[in-house]
T-cell receptor, first 112, second 115 residues
Framework: EDKVVQSPLSLVVHEGDTVTLNCSYE??????LLWYKQEKKAPTFLFML????IEKKSGRLSSILDKKELFSILNITATQTGDSAVYLC????????????FGQGTRLTINP | DAGVTQSPTHLIKTRGQHVTLRCSPI?????VSWYQQVLGQGPQFIFQ???????GRGNFPDRFSARQFPNYSSELNVNALLLGDSALYLC??????????????FGQGTRLTVV
Protein backbone atom coordinates (compact mmCIF):
# COMPACT_ATOMS: atom_id res chain seq x y z
CA GLU A 1 0.00 0.00 0.00
CA ASP A 2 1.28 3.48 -0.88
CA LYS A 3 2.25 5.40 2.22
CA VAL A 4 3.52 8.88 3.08
CA VAL A 5 4.60 9.67 6.64
CA GLN A 6 5.37 13.12 7.98
CA SER A 7 7.21 14.03 11.14
CA PRO A 8 6.85 15.58 13.53
CA LEU A 9 3.05 15.72 13.62
CA SER A 10 3.18 18.90 15.65
CA LEU A 11 5.87 21.50 16.29
CA VAL A 12 5.89 24.67 18.36
CA VAL A 13 8.79 27.12 18.02
CA HIS A 14 9.56 30.76 18.62
CA GLU A 15 9.62 33.42 15.96
CA GLY A 16 13.02 33.55 14.31
CA ASP A 17 13.78 29.86 14.77
CA THR A 18 14.63 27.55 11.88
CA VAL A 19 12.50 24.42 11.42
CA THR A 20 12.88 21.25 9.40
CA LEU A 21 9.85 19.19 8.45
CA ASN A 22 10.27 15.61 7.30
CA CYS A 23 8.44 13.48 4.77
CA SER A 24 9.20 9.84 3.99
CA TYR A 25 7.38 7.71 1.47
CA GLU A 26 6.88 4.17 0.28
CA UNK A 27 5.04 4.16 -3.03
CA UNK A 28 5.03 2.45 -6.39
CA UNK A 29 5.14 4.48 -9.59
CA UNK A 30 6.61 7.64 -8.08
CA UNK A 31 6.23 10.70 -10.26
CA UNK A 32 6.95 13.70 -8.03
CA LEU A 33 6.70 15.01 -4.48
CA LEU A 34 4.76 18.14 -3.60
CA TRP A 35 4.64 20.34 -0.52
CA TYR A 36 1.60 22.39 0.44
CA LYS A 37 0.78 24.90 3.19
CA GLN A 38 -2.75 24.70 4.59
CA GLU A 39 -3.88 27.56 6.81
CA LYS A 40 -7.64 27.32 6.80
CA LYS A 41 -9.04 25.46 3.84
CA ALA A 42 -7.20 25.46 0.53
CA PRO A 43 -3.78 23.82 0.51
CA THR A 44 -1.44 26.35 -1.11
CA PHE A 45 1.20 24.95 -3.45
CA LEU A 46 4.80 25.45 -2.30
CA PHE A 47 7.13 23.14 -4.24
CA MET A 48 7.20 20.24 -6.63
CA LEU A 49 10.29 18.02 -6.58
CA UNK A 50 11.10 15.41 -9.19
CA UNK A 51 14.88 15.02 -9.07
CA UNK A 52 17.14 14.01 -6.20
CA UNK A 53 19.55 16.48 -4.68
CA ILE A 54 18.26 19.62 -6.37
CA GLU A 55 17.16 22.18 -3.82
CA LYS A 56 14.11 24.27 -4.55
CA LYS A 57 14.01 27.64 -2.83
CA SER A 58 11.43 30.33 -2.37
CA GLY A 59 12.30 33.11 0.05
CA ARG A 60 12.80 31.59 3.49
CA LEU A 61 11.49 28.20 2.40
CA SER A 62 13.52 25.48 0.75
CA SER A 63 13.07 21.80 0.02
CA ILE A 64 15.06 18.87 -1.26
CA LEU A 65 14.29 15.32 -2.33
CA ASP A 66 16.30 12.11 -1.83
CA LYS A 67 14.89 9.43 -4.14
CA LYS A 68 17.38 6.83 -2.93
CA GLU A 69 16.43 7.13 0.73
CA LEU A 70 12.81 8.01 -0.15
CA PHE A 71 12.40 11.22 1.81
CA SER A 72 12.12 14.96 1.49
CA ILE A 73 12.62 17.84 3.89
CA LEU A 74 11.10 21.29 4.02
CA ASN A 75 13.14 23.97 5.74
CA ILE A 76 11.85 27.28 6.95
CA THR A 77 14.40 29.81 8.21
CA ALA A 78 13.75 32.92 10.32
CA THR A 79 10.20 31.77 11.01
CA GLN A 80 7.38 34.29 11.36
CA THR A 81 3.95 33.97 12.97
CA GLY A 82 2.47 33.91 9.48
CA ASP A 83 4.24 30.59 8.88
CA SER A 84 1.88 28.94 11.37
CA ALA A 85 -0.08 26.36 9.39
CA VAL A 86 -0.36 22.68 8.58
CA TYR A 87 2.30 21.61 6.08
CA LEU A 88 1.29 18.74 3.83
CA CYS A 89 3.57 16.47 1.86
CA UNK A 90 2.10 14.56 -1.08
CA UNK A 91 3.54 12.07 -3.53
CA UNK A 92 2.18 12.09 -7.05
CA UNK A 93 1.81 8.67 -8.66
CA UNK A 94 1.56 7.55 -12.24
CA UNK A 95 -1.19 4.96 -12.24
CA UNK A 96 -3.34 6.13 -15.09
CA UNK A 97 -4.55 8.80 -12.72
CA UNK A 98 -2.64 11.72 -11.27
CA UNK A 99 -3.25 10.53 -7.75
CA UNK A 100 -1.74 12.42 -4.83
CA UNK A 101 -1.05 10.40 -1.69
CA PHE A 102 -0.83 12.74 1.28
CA GLY A 103 0.84 12.44 4.64
CA GLN A 104 -0.99 13.39 7.85
CA GLY A 105 0.53 16.82 7.86
CA THR A 106 2.75 18.69 10.33
CA ARG A 107 1.03 21.36 12.40
CA LEU A 108 3.54 24.18 12.86
CA THR A 109 2.90 26.87 15.44
CA ILE A 110 5.15 29.93 15.63
CA ASN A 111 4.94 31.84 18.89
CA PRO A 112 5.95 35.52 18.97
CA ASP B 1 -6.77 35.03 -13.24
CA ALA B 2 -9.27 33.09 -11.18
CA GLY B 3 -7.95 30.14 -9.28
CA VAL B 4 -9.86 26.96 -8.62
CA THR B 5 -13.38 27.82 -7.50
CA GLN B 6 -15.66 25.53 -5.54
CA SER B 7 -19.27 25.89 -4.48
CA PRO B 8 -20.87 25.93 -2.07
CA THR B 9 -18.36 26.81 0.66
CA HIS B 10 -20.43 25.29 3.44
CA LEU B 11 -23.25 22.78 3.43
CA ILE B 12 -25.31 21.04 6.10
CA LYS B 13 -27.23 17.92 5.10
CA THR B 14 -29.20 15.24 6.88
CA ARG B 15 -28.28 11.56 6.85
CA GLY B 16 -29.67 9.80 3.79
CA GLN B 17 -29.78 12.92 1.65
CA HIS B 18 -27.89 13.54 -1.56
CA VAL B 19 -25.34 16.32 -2.20
CA THR B 20 -23.72 17.84 -5.28
CA LEU B 21 -20.47 19.77 -5.03
CA ARG B 22 -19.10 21.85 -7.90
CA CYS B 23 -15.65 22.82 -9.08
CA SER B 24 -14.32 25.08 -11.81
CA PRO B 25 -10.65 24.53 -12.65
CA ILE B 26 -8.06 27.14 -13.52
CA UNK B 27 -8.50 28.34 -17.09
CA UNK B 28 -6.58 26.05 -19.43
CA UNK B 29 -6.43 23.15 -16.97
CA UNK B 30 -8.06 19.98 -18.23
CA UNK B 31 -7.66 17.75 -15.20
CA VAL B 32 -9.81 17.88 -12.08
CA SER B 33 -9.35 15.70 -9.02
CA TRP B 34 -11.47 15.40 -5.89
CA TYR B 35 -10.19 14.78 -2.36
CA GLN B 36 -11.84 14.24 1.00
CA GLN B 37 -10.14 15.65 4.08
CA VAL B 38 -11.43 14.71 7.51
CA LEU B 39 -10.29 16.72 10.52
CA GLY B 40 -6.71 16.10 11.51
CA GLN B 41 -5.79 14.04 8.46
CA GLY B 42 -4.33 14.61 5.03
CA PRO B 43 -6.62 14.66 1.99
CA GLN B 44 -7.69 11.31 0.51
CA PHE B 45 -8.01 10.83 -3.25
CA ILE B 46 -11.55 10.22 -4.51
CA PHE B 47 -11.53 10.74 -8.30
CA GLN B 48 -9.55 12.20 -11.16
CA UNK B 49 -11.10 13.33 -14.45
CA UNK B 50 -9.22 14.35 -17.55
CA UNK B 51 -10.86 15.43 -20.79
CA UNK B 52 -14.23 14.31 -19.41
CA UNK B 53 -13.07 10.76 -18.72
CA UNK B 54 -12.52 9.14 -15.36
CA UNK B 55 -8.82 8.44 -14.98
CA GLY B 56 -8.83 7.01 -11.50
CA ARG B 57 -10.88 6.29 -8.44
CA GLY B 58 -9.84 6.00 -4.83
CA ASN B 59 -11.13 3.62 -2.19
CA PHE B 60 -14.58 5.13 -1.80
CA PRO B 61 -17.99 3.45 -2.03
CA ASP B 62 -20.24 3.64 -5.06
CA ARG B 63 -22.28 6.30 -3.29
CA PHE B 64 -19.60 8.67 -4.55
CA SER B 65 -19.71 9.61 -8.22
CA ALA B 66 -18.42 12.44 -10.35
CA ARG B 67 -18.38 13.81 -13.84
CA GLN B 68 -16.58 16.42 -15.89
CA PHE B 69 -18.26 18.73 -18.38
CA PRO B 70 -17.04 19.99 -21.77
CA ASN B 71 -15.84 23.22 -20.14
CA TYR B 72 -13.74 21.06 -17.74
CA SER B 73 -15.78 21.97 -14.68
CA SER B 74 -16.74 19.05 -12.49
CA GLU B 75 -19.36 17.82 -10.06
CA LEU B 76 -18.96 15.41 -7.17
CA ASN B 77 -22.13 13.63 -6.09
CA VAL B 78 -22.62 11.74 -2.86
CA ASN B 79 -25.77 9.71 -2.29
CA ALA B 80 -27.26 8.33 0.93
CA LEU B 81 -25.12 10.56 3.12
CA LEU B 82 -23.63 9.12 6.30
CA LEU B 83 -22.34 10.97 9.34
CA GLY B 84 -18.85 9.82 8.34
CA ASP B 85 -19.08 11.77 5.08
CA SER B 86 -18.68 14.99 7.06
CA ALA B 87 -15.43 16.45 5.80
CA LEU B 88 -13.77 19.15 3.73
CA TYR B 89 -14.06 18.26 0.04
CA LEU B 90 -11.25 19.67 -2.05
CA CYS B 91 -10.98 20.02 -5.77
CA UNK B 92 -7.57 20.14 -7.46
CA UNK B 93 -6.87 21.46 -10.92
CA UNK B 94 -3.85 20.65 -13.06
CA UNK B 95 -2.62 20.82 -16.61
CA UNK B 96 -1.44 17.34 -17.36
CA UNK B 97 1.81 17.77 -19.21
CA UNK B 98 2.78 14.12 -19.38
CA UNK B 99 6.30 14.99 -18.30
CA UNK B 100 8.01 14.65 -14.95
CA UNK B 101 5.26 15.90 -12.76
CA UNK B 102 2.27 18.18 -12.71
CA UNK B 103 1.59 20.92 -10.19
CA UNK B 104 -1.87 20.58 -8.71
CA UNK B 105 -3.69 23.63 -7.34
CA PHE B 106 -6.51 23.39 -4.84
CA GLY B 107 -9.73 25.29 -4.37
CA GLN B 108 -11.01 26.58 -1.03
CA GLY B 109 -13.04 23.45 -0.51
CA THR B 110 -16.60 22.69 0.52
CA ARG B 111 -17.16 21.99 4.19
CA LEU B 112 -19.88 19.33 4.35
CA THR B 113 -21.56 18.57 7.65
CA VAL B 114 -23.95 15.63 7.85
CA VAL B 115 -26.29 15.63 10.83
Amino acid sequence: EDKVVQSPLSLVVHEGDTVTLNCSYEVTNFRSLLWYKQEKKAPTFLFMLTSSGIEKKSGRLSSILDKKELFSILNITATQTGDSAVYLCAVQLIQGAQKLVFGQGTRLTINP
Amino acid sequence: DAGVTQSPTHLIKTRGQHVTLRCSPISGHKSVSWYQQVLGQGPQFIFQYYEKEERGRGNFPDRFSARQFPNYSSELNVNALLLGDSALYLCASSWETGTGGTEAFFGQGTRLTVV
